[in-house]
């Protein structure tokens, strides 16, 4: 009888959870057509005063904090989909549920707590939504000094912890003998890995 770990029921509930996070995907965008729209009436309408209620401030603010918490539920998604590949990784050979289940609940609090200390307004989204409510603000300007103050900032974080580089692999939870690095994201990971990961996708069609 082989040892092989069956991950159906995971590959089912993990599709269910990238539904979700379409629909998150999906609100998001929302949010930044609803804000552009609500910042053009506002600037459309210049008759009226804010006191008569057309799209003041308080309202796209309302939508900003809407938007933090579509990234919140975003940030913890990806927590979730990190944990259940490298679960994937290091349960290979493993045949007891408990020890699969101890791997899953100890990356995926690893990674939630790591994501408490992620400054959401860093968010892709938040800050396409803030980059053009800007813009309409101000047609035809360059970007504001705070705008660019705030990429700067995110550019030397990235930079910095790109820099400080870990010698572990965050999927096999040991030191890495080839490491490997991600041209997209920047993020290190052993080719043992890497190897290990594309044949574990590549052996589900829901993945």
């Not at 603010?61 to 975003?74: F, G, I, R, S, T």
């Not at 938040?126 to 970007?143: L, Q, R, V, Y």
Request: glycine fraction near 6%.
């Amino acid at each position: 009888m082989s040892n092989r770990v069956d991950f159906t029921p995971v590959n089912a509930s993990v599709e269910y959870l990238k539904k979700v996070k379409n629909y998150v995907d999906t609100g998001m965008e929302t949010v930044i057509d609803v804000s552009q729209d609500l910042v053009e009436g506002m600037h459309d309408v210049t008759s009226l005063s804010i006191s008569d209620g057309y799209g003041n401030n308080q309202n796209v603010d309302e939508l900003k904090d809407v938007m933090l918490q579509y990234a919140n539920m975003d940030n913890k998604l990806d927590a979730v989909f990190a944990a259940v590949d490298v679960t994937r990784i290091q349960g290979s050979g493993k045949g007891e549920c408990k020890d699969l289940i101890k791997i899953f609940d100890e990356k995926l609090e690893e990674l939630l707590e790591r994501n408490k200390g992620t400054d959401l307004k860093q968010h892709e989204k938040f800050t396409e939504m803030e980059e053009k409510i800007w813009e309409i603000e101000h047609p035809g300007e360059n970007p504001s000094q705070q705008l660019i103050s705030t990429r700067v900032i995110a550019d030397d974080d990235l930079i910095l912890t790109q820099q400080e580089v870990s010698t572990k692999c965050p999927y096999l939870g040991r030191d890495m003998t080839h490491p490997m690095k991600n041209k997209i994201c920047g993020h290190h990971i052993d080719k043992e890995a890497l190897d290990a990961l594309l044949r574990v996708r590549k052996g589900s069609k829901l993945v």
